[in-house]
């Protein structure tokens, strides 16, 4: 069936298909070919063999090649749009796009429409907020940790992240529990936090935390403030007993770009803080990190 509608939609075998601007100018040659074509037959039927006609046709010529021209100038914008309009076309895609002017107008303007929804999309609030949590969303936190790690490289501060799971996973647990504990969890961060620090829900039980102006023992010891609070917290329950957290650490190294990179490193801490058990936070390795002064909390 796949093939059959490749047929049907490929231009005709040995045909190639008419571009606007070649068909524009086939039907203007033709219009301007008519007072040649009228000289041509004055000259022969009226006029002697001679001077005369002779001037004739070359005036009735001169007449039709200044139409022609005149006339595929005014053309000539049509294929410039579309030429404009293909440079939106993904490169993925510009091979499927014929020749022309008018499918690649249509395909152009398509791909103009899906980019512009797309930054519609990114630059809508509403989406970069976690529903739940009233926290930013990952994506959020990724632009936020862009803006962070700009002005560590700038004012030539440290910055510490912590990737800091909820340990709701437990079988048997009440969602709607969960829910709430995540809820109440994401309050005391941000309030056991700095008021500038930031505070995103990652995915799941997982939330980040960017502390700038932060070295790695004072994103521990931050953290270990949150998990106090969150497990002395009575309202904070997870399956009939108190929440807990485990977390990594991880700060700002030379070669980080994204907070991705950051939450690489403090996400293999996290791996290991569940390894040791409930409640541990992990500083993950690192030319900051002192290993034998910080190693768990």
Request: glycine share 10%; charged share 30%.
């Amino acid at each position: 069936m796949a093939d059959r509608g490749e047929r049907r939609n490929a231009p005709a075998r040995g045909r190639r298909p008419l571009s606007l601007r070649a068909a524009g100018l086939t039907w203007c040659g033709a219009a301007a070919a008519a007072p040649l074509l009228a000289g041509l037959g004055l000259a022969l039927e009226i006029l002697p063999a001679g001077a005369a006609g002779l001037g004739a046709l070359g005036a009735a010529a001169a007449v039709s090649v200044f139409s022609a021209l005149s006339l595929r100038g005014r053309l000539d914008p049509v294929g410039k749009i579309a030429d404009s309009a293909a440079e939106f076309i993904p490169p993925r895609r510009a091979g499927t796009v014929p020749a022309d002017d008018a499918a690649r107008l249509a395909h152009g303007f398509a791909a103009l429409t899906e980019r512009l929804d797309e930054a519609q999309r990114r630059a809508d609030p509403a989406r970069l907020e976690d529903p739940l949590t009233g926290l930013p969303n990952r994506l959020g936190a990724m632009r936020r940790g862009r803006d962070e790690i700009s002005r560590a490289r700038r004012t030539g501060r440290s910055l510490s992240v912590a990737l800091i799971e909820l340990e709701a996973d437990a079988p048997g647990a009440d969602p709607v529990a969960r829910d709430r504990a995540l809820r109440l969890s994401a309050e005391t961060m941000v309030q056991v936090l700095r008021g500038y620090d930031v505070v995103a829900r990652w995915e799941g039980e997982v939330f980040v935390a960017m502390m700038p102006e932060s070295e790695i023992e004072n994103g521990v010891e931050a953290v270990r403030r949150v998990r106090d609070a969150i497990s002395e917290d009575p309202f904070i329950e997870v399956n009939g007993g108190r929440a807990s957290i485990c977390a990594g650490v991880a700060v700002l190294q030379p070669d980080d770009a994204t907070l991705a990179e950051i939450c690489l490193r403090a996400g293999k801490a996290l791996a290991k803080a569940r390894e040791r058990g409930r409640g541990r936070v992990e500083a993950a390795p690192g030319p900051r990190t002192r290993p034998g002064r910080i190693t768990s909390v």
